[in-house]
């Protein structure tokens, strides 16, 4: 009975690689987010998406990619990773666009 | 720029004792506040939402906010070692109809309760 989840928790990977991340959320909410949270711990919006309407952070790199096959879904398809993608993703849903549900979060290692 | 201060900390407390954390924001538009409790390894988990100025009172934690200020606190009283963790503020400049923009996070305090 989760209500955002995330997988996979942890994914390690060699530099250069194409990687996804999932994340579903069964509250019916109508939008989805995702956040990074560097080493420093400091969380910052990526994107977000809300009736097909995907809102880009403009120092997000287009190496990063949202993908939403349906409401409840919305996955991270990352090109090309380099070391500084390294961090703990985390997607959060919210029902009108205020109060935010984050998932368990993916722990990123680009080695 | 939004941007969202806090003190990094650590901030130590005895146990039992009022713990008081503190916010500044910039963004004058700003219309809803929350506080997050991070424990390490894990993640943020929704404490309190603010909407006007003055008090707000939950079980043992109180959000103050005060707009003219651009000022959002968070008390925490008859502090508890299971408090212990890292608080993040967060702002959001819209308070319904959007808000798609995401929150603006400050890099969180982090809460040390001594026993």
């Known amino acids: 009975d989760t209500a955002v989840s995330q997988t996979p928790k942890y994914l390690v990977t060699q530099m250069g690689n194409d990687k996804s991340i999932k994340c579903e959320q069964n509250?019916?909410?109508?939008?989805m987010y995702w956040y990074k949270q560097d080493s420093k711990k400091f969380l910052k919006i990526m994107f977000s998406?809300?009736?097909?309407?995907?809102?880009i952070n403009e120092t997000v790199p287009n190496r990063f990619s949202p993908k939403s096959p349906d409401k409840a879904h919305l996955n991270l398809h990352i090109n090309s990773l380099e070391l500084g993608d390294s961090a703990v993703y985390f997607c959060?849903?919210?029902?009108?666009?205020?109060?935010?549900?984050f998932g368990p979060g993916t722990r990123l290692t680009v080695l | 720029q939004k941007e969202v201060e806090q003190n990094s900390g650590p901030l130590s407390v005895p146990e039992g004792a009022i713990a008081s954390l503190n916010c500044t924001y910039s963004?004058?538009?700003?219309?809803?506040f929350f506080w997050y409790r991070q424990y390490s390894g894990k993640s943020p988990e929704l404490i309190m939402s603010?909407?006007?100025?003055g008090d707000k009172e939950d079980g043992r934690f109180t959000a103050q906010l005060n707009k003219a200020s651009q000022y959002v606190s968070l008390l925490i009283r008859d502090s508890q070692p299971s408090d212990s963790a890292t608080y993040l503020c967060?702002?959001?400049?819209?308070?319904?109809?959007?808000?798609?923009?995401?929150?603006?996070f400050g890099k969180g305090t982090h809460l040390i309760i001594q026993p």
């Open positions: 509250l019916g909410h109508d939008t």
């Open positions: 963004d004058r538009v700003s219309q809803s």
């Open positions: 998406y809300n009736n097909k309407e995907l809102i």
């Open positions: 603010i909407y006007s100025n």
């Open positions: 959060a849903s919210s029902p009108e666009g205020d109060t935010q549900y």
């Open positions: 967060a702002v959001n400049p819209l308070y319904s109809g959007g808000g798609a923009d995401g929150l603006t």
